[in-house]
């Protein structure tokens, strides 16, 4: 199995290995598709500073309140949506 890692630093600042995909973003919430499952971030003024697919690797910056681990569920695939469809609109 990959490695996935995750290093938060003083609740500002993240970084993520092992990342397949980021499924939606917003200020306040970042769903993330890892090797290990869904990871589900709140926050406040949250942005992706860097994303590197082909690495696996995404930082996020700004107020980091919770993460958590999550199976994909209907309310997740619902509200998710491929960041390439939000880039392109």
């Known amino acids: 199995m990959a490695e996935h890692s995750l290093m938060l630093i003083n609740r500002e600042h993240m ?3 092992g990342v397949t995909n980021v499924n939606t973003f917003d200020e306040k919430e970042i769903i ?3 090797r290990q499952g ?3 971030i709140t926050g406040q003024n949250m942005h992706v500073s860097n994303l590197n697919l082909d ?12 993460i958590e681990y999550k ?5 997740l695939k619902s ?4 960041i390439i469809q ?3 609109k």
């Not at 509200?79 to 491929?82: G, I, L, Q, V």
């Open 15 to 17: 970084e993520i290995s």
């Open 32 to 34: 993330i598709e890892s």
């Open 38 to 40: 869904y990871l589900y």
């Open 55 to 66: 690495e696996g690797k995404v930082s996020i910056d700004g107020s980091i309140n919770s």
């Open 71 to 75: 199976t994909q569920s209907g309310d």
């Open 79 to 82: 509200r998710s949506k491929n």
């Open 86 to 88: 939000r880039l392109l």
